[in-house]
């Protein structure tokens, strides 16, 4: 069986100040959890003493993006290593809002997760159609397509390793959530892509998360469905007494 992975995005939120007080009140909310992992995204500068707060606790930190170099001249970039260093676990790639507003390509989001894999840090892999390529029904080729692109170059047994996340830009932020069959469709054909890839060992194991305004209201209907292995929160993420009811699935 697969562990549920629920990660919380806190995109770009809360100063340091901000972020430790909602860890604080984390902790103790998800205190005993241990069937699901728990990941919390905080930005760049709240992740060394994040990732030190929760040092032994059963909450693990991912970065919101990681470069596909070790080192060199790439201002403003963060490289696997470095996010090592400090205790990171996980580090989302290849999300919408990167893809939309700071140009990432598919290409570069392949390199960025071969990257983290490589350093030891599992990449959240983002994909998803817009809004226009749902309603053009040309939804699962595209999801597919970029399935395939993003995970070029892995072996099966480490493309078992990684996290997707089914995230339709269409419902990031919006309110829209993706109704629980429109989410598990995509979530199956993604599933469905990687056993193609990888075979089925890989397809059975790996993790697909949905993403798209989910809510307390949203997690059970989305967690009973079974190719939904989690979901990765955005606003929902930001509130501790929200997200450890998204995390205990409540
Ligand atoms: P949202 O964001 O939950 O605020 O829609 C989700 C995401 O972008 O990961």
Not at 21 to 30: A, F, S
Not at 75 to 103: C, D, N, W
Request: glycine share 10%; aromatic share 6%; with cysteine.
């Amino acid at each position: 069986m697969r562990k549920p992975i629920i990660a919380g995005n806190w995109k770009m939120h809360n100063t340091i100040a901000e972020g430790m007080k909602l860890i604080r009140g984390l902790i103790p909310l998800v205190k005993g959890v241990k069937d699901v992992d728990i990941v919390v995204c905080p930005t760049a500068t709240a992740l060394a003493v994040v990732t030190s707060t929760l040092r032994g606790k059963n909450i693990q930190v991912g970065a919101q993006n990681v470069h596909w170099e070790k080192d060199g001249a790439y201002t403003g970039e963060i490289a696997a290593p470095m996010l090592k260093e400090i205790g990171v676990k996980y580090a989302i790639v290849g999300h919408s809002e990167r893809r939309q507003y700071f140009g990432e390509t598919d290409e570069g989001v392949n390199k960025r997760a071969r990257a983290a894999f490589a350093a030891g840090i599992t990449p959240i892999i983002c994909v998803g159609e817009s809004l226009a390529t749902r309603e053009k029904g040309t939804y699962l080729r595209f999801v597919a397509r970029q399935v395939r692109l993003a995970t070029n170059g892995f072996q099966p047994e480490e493309a078992a390793k990684l996290v997707l996340a089914y995230e339709p830009v269409w419902a990031i932020g919006t309110g829209k959530t993706a109704t629980f069959e429109q989410a598990e469709e995509v979530c199956a054909h993604i599933r469905q892509t990687i056993t193609r890839l990888f075979g089925a060992a890989a397809g059975d194991k790996i993790r697909i998360q949905y993403g798209g305004s989910v809510k307390t209201a949203t997690i059970r209907g989305l967690m009973e469905k079974p190719d939904v292995d989690g979901v990765l929160v955005g606003g929902a993420a930001l509130k501790a007494v929200d997200f450890s009811q998204i995390v205990k699935f409540q």
